[in-house]
T-cell receptor, first 114, second 119 residues
């Protein structure tokens, strides 16, 4: 069975500092990995994805994520956090065998403090 | 519009009433998903459509919940005899698929959600 873990319910970071939001996964076959962000009272917005190729993926708003196959992780990072980055972040995985559902992690609330 | 459209954006209803939530996916997206999100929580998968058929409806919480999709486009999620625990935001997402299968790079595109409050 597929699963996604986001071990931290809440991450606090000071503005200007680097941020990391952790994600680990379990999936049969090769994973397709995604990060989404949700601002208050909004739907989820796509940030970035890993399909194949370079393990470091760059996405929207200066975010990036690193795929680590041996650790089955796909942590989201940003070198310098902004207050406007404060939101709920979801990691998701989809197996590479077609027709399967997306599995979302429980979400991590990021608070960037001024 | 270019994005996934959901209506109504907010719905307040009385316990025991039926409600219908509508999702209009991005044009050309054949895969459509419904999720439920309780206040500030994670996403609970409800049902997935490929075209007009639903290969995975395992997430529907009870037989009060049903969904249909017609013409491979608009989908309606119906909740009968609503209960207070049905209160949540219902999110719809669509994805591009080719040949009846999800595109290998097919990320989901979400609507803004329908907030349901059952009094």
């Amino acid at each position: 069975a597929q699963s996604v873990a986001q071990p931290e319910d809440q991450v606090n970071v000071a503005e200007g500092n680097p941020l990391t939001v952790k994600c680990t996964y379990s999936v049969s076959g090769n994973p397709y990995l995604f990060w989404y962000v949700q601002y208050p009272n909004r739907g989820l917005q796509f940030l970035l994805k890993y399909i194949t190729g370079d393990n470091l993926v760059k996405g929207s708003y200066g975010f990036e994520a690193e795929f680590n196959k041996s650790q089955t992780s796909f942590h989201l990072k940003k070198p310098s956090a902004l207050v406007s980055d404060s939101a709920l972040y979801f990691c998701a995985v989809r197996p590479d065998n077609y027709g399967q559902n997306f599995v979302f992690g429980p979400g991590t609330r990021l608070s960037v403090l001024p | 519009g270019a994005g996934v459209s959901q209506s109504p954006s907010n719905k307040v209803t009385e316990k025991g009433k039926d409600v219908e939530l509508r999702c209009d996916p991005i044009s050309g997206h054949t895969a459509l998903y419904w999720y439920r999100q309780s206040l500030g929580q994670g996403l609970e998968f409800l049902i997935y459509f490929q075209g007009n058929s639903a290969p995975d409806k395992s997430g529907l919480p009870s037989d009060r919940f049903s969904a249909e999709r017609t013409g491979g486009s608009v989908s309606t999620l119906t909740i009968q005899r609503t209960q207070q625990e049905d209160s949540a935001v219902y999110l719809c997402a669509s994805s591009l698929a080719r040949g009846g299968k999800i595109s290998s790079t097919g990320e989901l595109f979400f609507g803004e959600g329908s907030r349901l409050t059952v009094l």
